[in-house]
């Protein structure tokens, strides 16, 4: 009778600490998914919206510019004009431009103290040429948090006549450009170019380079 008691308590006392290993195991696995469903860093991030400028569908563009140019012997003075350029691919485009600029005396002029050189109509330098241009690195311009505009970085290379001190030279342009898009039909732009050409109006035949600096605003239409 005895030992069947000692069995049974035996038993009961067995019994009690599963249930109670078993609880235990079940308030950890409930710990353990409390803590995965509240992380203690939320990795979800608000996206901002961004609007891009594009350039618009048509593909001719007229612009204006103002800067400065210097031209070889004749000192740097304030430039001026327009341009026209069709966009052939997003890539490649034509431009036609013209330009105008009032030159100084030069300092042997300055120093002889004779006869000037050149008379007053004669110092006006202006230029006409066509180019091909061709957008190398297109890109991005971010200004804030809101607001992004496209970009472009280009070359150009092209021919024309300049129109200086009574006579004609033909003549080589090269150089390059940063065209930022301020919406879909309106930019900026900002070029540096050299005008070459070979002249021998201070006695000795050479090559010339006239290089010039200038802002522009354009509009696609």
Known sequence: METRILIFLLRATLLASL?????????????IDADQKEPVIDARVDRREIKAADIDTEDFELGIFGGFMSVEDFGSNAVYGARLAYHV???IFVEASYGRTDTEETSFERLSGGAPLLSDDDRLFQYYDISLGYNLLPGEVFVGSNWASSSDLYFILGVGNTSFAGDE??????GAGYRVLVNDWIAVHLDVRDRVFST???GEKKNVNNIEFNFGLSFFF
């Open 200 to 202: 021998d109006l201070l």
């Open 19 to 31: 249930a109670a290993t078993s609880i235990g195991c079940s308030s950890k696995l409930v710990d």
């Open 89 to 91: 691919t997003e890539g």
């Open 169 to 174: 030279f033909f003549t080589i342009n090269f």
